[in-house]
């Protein structure tokens, strides 16, 4: 049986551009954050093509308590769990 570890799912979706394809991204993995093995806050994305070149739908500084902040990856202001339209 293999360790005990993290692994990462990648699900292909189809989005007219970058900015369709990260606001694809914050639903699915608001939806994916009622589960507990999902961390929603490390969610990137790239093109078909270009898998290495990622982008960072989320800010990924953790919060008092380990958690991380739900606000878009180039937010301004502070932090908080509380999402963003």
Known sequence: MAA?????????????DLVGAVRLARVVARWAGVLSSADPGETTVSAEDEQGVRHRVFCDLRLPGGRRCLLR???????????SR
């Open 73 to 83: 990856a180039d937010h301004d202001g502070s932090c908080t769990r509380r999402p």
């Open 4 to 16: 005990r570890g993290r692994y990462v799912i990648h699900l292909p979706v189809l989005a007219p």
